[in-house]
C-alpha cells in the first residue's frame, strides 16, 4: 500500500523560501512515471504545481516557472519541492501526489496516491 506523507509547510513573509518533502512508503516512485505536486486555493480547482518523472524531467506550471524546483531522492523514497521568492498568491494547501502512468502530466486525476497536505501561507 502505497502512503505518502507531506511536511515543511508554514507560513513566510512573501519573499521567503520554504522547502516541501513528502515521503513516499511503498513502491510508487519505481512503478509509475511521474510524481508532483498540486496545490489547491479556497475557492479554487486544485492545479498542478510541478512534476518529475522516473528519467528527471520536470515541468512546471507557468506561475511557478524560475522560483520553485521539484527533486526527488529516490533512495530516500523522498519528493522534494523547494519554493523560493513566495508570492501571497501561492498561498494554498500543498498535496504530493505519486503513481501516474502519464509521464510529467499535470491532470490531477491521473495520479493514484495523495498525501493529506500541508499549508502553506505567505503574506505580503
Known amino acids: 500500500q502505497v502512503q505518502l506523507v507531506e511536511s515543511g509547510g508554514g507560513s513566510v513573509q512573501a519573499g521567503g523560501s520554504l522547502r516541501l518533502s513528502c515521503a513516499v512508503s511503498?513502491?510508487?516512485?519505481?512503478?509509475?512515471?511521474?510524481a508532483g505536486w498540486f496545490r489547491q486555493a479556497p475557492g479554487k480547482e486544485r492545479e498542478g504545481v510541478a512534476v518529475?518523472?522516473?528519467?528527471?524531467?520536470?515541468r512546471y506550471a507557468d506561475s511557478v516557472k524560475g522560483r520553485f524546483t521539484i527533486s526527488q531522492d529516490n533512495a530516500k523514497n523522498t519528493l522534494y519541492l523547494q519554493m523560493n521568492s513566495l508570492k501571497p498568491e501561492d498561498t494554498a494547501m500543498y498535496y504530493c501526489a505519486a503513481g501516474s502512468s502519464l509521464c510529467l502530466t499535470m491532470i490531477a486525476r491521473r495520479y493514484r496516491h495523495w498525501g493529506q497536505g500541508t499549508q502553506v501561507t505567505v503574506s505580503s
Open positions: 511503498g513502491d510508487a516512485f519505481s512503478t509509475y512515471c511521474a
Open positions: 518529475i518523472d522516473s528519467d528527471g524531467s520536470t
